[in-house]
Every structure is written in C-alpha cells, then in structure tokens.
Nanobody, 127 residues
Framework: QVQLVESGGGLVQAGGSLTLSCAAS????????MAWFRQAPGKEREFVSA????????YHGDFVKGRFTISRDDAKNTVYLQMNSLKPEDTAVYYC????????????????????WGQGTHVTVSS
C-alpha cells in the first residue's frame, strides 16, 4: 500500500514557476513508476509526466514542450514536478500517481495503469 500527498500548488502569474511535491508513504517507493496527471474543470484527467524506478527514463505529455521537469528522490520518498513558463491553460488540479508495473512511454500516459493516487493540489495560472 502506498499513500501519496501532493503539495506546492497555488496561484501564479503566467510565465511564472511552481514546484509540486508528492510525498509517498509505504514500502518500496523506489520500485514504483511515478507520474503526474492533471485535470481541468470539465475535462478528463490528462497525463503530464512520468519517471521510471531508477529515474533513468522520463516521459512527458506533448503540451509540456520542455517546460516541466519531473524528478524523484528515493531517499526522501518524494517525486517533484518543476513547472516553468506556466500558461493559463496549465490551470488544473495536479495529481500524483504510482504504478507498480513496467510502463513504456505509451502505456505511462494511461490513468488505468496506476495503482495509487493522491488527492491532488490546485494550480491556478493567471493571465
């Protein structure tokens, strides 16, 4: 069992930056693929970024375009999402997810591939 708690959301102006954190409790954090998804009002949950167990591979949604960086610190059981050059369309609730299966860049984008989810943290980008 893994519990995930996100933090770091808030209000930021367009062009600004935020760093989201996801703290995991439970065992074997380092064996999970970790990901960030987001959901804007009235829209489906959307894949943002994922990072594999060793941190050797990262995957990003097409809209990221080099603006976001995902990283993990297994010693702290924490995964991060550094978001730069934020746009109003990045406004959403951001969710952290953990998956126990090996996922390639395609499968990592699917909500159903993840076993555990956090409660989400709100990000609002003003124009």
């Amino acid at each position: 069992q893994v519990q995930l708690v996100e933090s770091g959301g808030g209000l930021v102006q367009a062009g600004g930056s935020l760093t989201l954190s996801c703290a995991a409790s439970g065992r074997a954090f380092s064996s999970y693929i970790m990901a960030w998804f987001r959901q804007a009002p009235g829209k489906e949950r959307e894949f943002v970024s994922a990072i594999t167990w060793s941190g050797g591979d990262t995957y990003h949604g097409d809209f990221v375009k080099g603006r976001f960086t995902i990283s993990r610190d297994d010693a702290k059981n924490t995964v991060y999402l550094q978001m730069n050059s934020l746009k109003p369309e990045d406004t959403a609730v951001y969710y952290c997810a953990a998956g126990s299966r090996g996922l390639n860049s395609y499968r990592a984008t699917f909500v159903d591939e993840y076993d555990y989810w956090g409660q989400g943290t709100h990000v609002t980008v003003s124009s």
